[in-house]
């Protein structure tokens, strides 16, 4: 087992085991809602970057020279205001998909989140939560964009992003089971929602390796859960979770393939990572 398997490993068996501790508990133990974000805040949001942390300084020890922990913001702007906006226009995008196949009627006023004010002032109000929020999503950027994409695959790009996505869906499903989602057929909204989270990782991943900052997807990520889900789920609260998710493979995937048919992700890769790949590590003696 070379180092990088090692950190990979204890990285998983960390964040997984932390989070999904931190669900159980919550829900079964103390009958605590995990649509609470102060639940989500305690028990569940810094895992990922908690393991990170712990198998940088102690695990491998490579440090933290490749985290993307500089902003860049000025270098960067165009980039962070597509994460800043990017959602939006995501939401608006699906909300057209839903209306093209008969899932959704036109109704401004599903967006007036805020009683007594206008459409522009909530959503302008939930922008400015994105910015104030971008910290929290950064515990789980600086987990899986800014560490386990990285190494998984370093030398393939496309096959480490997909894997990435894949895996952060899994470390999700409790949340289908524990009272966060309530997907009509759960199987299929498993599915669906692993393929949307495939989909966002690619697009997390290129912000990341093209602004060479984890703040430009923690940004994006903020974005997603605050402005995109919020504003399809008011929207379509009639429709099923399964069908919410559905509709916004359709903008997410061509965004996507954008990336990657152009060659994005692969131009935009990384040096490769300084940590120690033919030392083996002592095998246990029982």
Known sequence: MTTRTK?????????FGLAWAGMFIARLVFDLSLVNPLVQLAG???????????????????GFADAGMRPRIRRNIGLYLAAW????????????????????????????????????VSIAVLQLVVIVLAPIYWGEEFGWTSYLRLRLFPERPFLSTLLTGFIWAVWHYPLAFLGYIEFANVAFG?????????????????????????????????????????????????????????????????????????????????????????????????
Request: charge should be negative; avoid cysteine; charged fraction near 10%.
């Open 7 to 15: 950190g990979v490993l204890v990285f998983i068996l960390i964040s």
């Open 44 to 62: 569940i949001a810094f895992t990922p970057a908690i393991a990170a942390i712990v198998v940088r300084k102690w695990v491998t020890r490579e």
């Open 85 to 120: 906006l990017g959602p939006l226009g995501f939401a608006a995008a699906t909300l057209a998909v839903a209306a093209a196949v008969g899932e959704w009627e036109f109704d401004l006023s599903a967006f007036a989140l805020l009683p007594g004010q206008p459409v522009w």
């Open 190 to 286: 498993l599915v669906v929602w692993t393929v949307m989270f495939m989909l966002q990782e690619v697009i997390l991943t290129w912000l990341r390796m093209r602004s060479g900052s984890v703040w430009t997807a923690s940004l994006a990520h903020a974005g997603n859960n605050m402005i995109f889900a919020m504003l399809v789920g008011e929207a379509m609260a009639d429709n099923t979770p399964d069908m919410q998710t559905l509709v916004a493979v359709a903008p997410s995937a061509a965004l996507a393939a954008w990336i990657v048919f152009s060659g994005r992700l692969a131009a935009d890769r990384p040096e490769p990572v300084a940590v120690p790949e033919s030392r083996p590590v002592a095998a246990a003696h029982g």
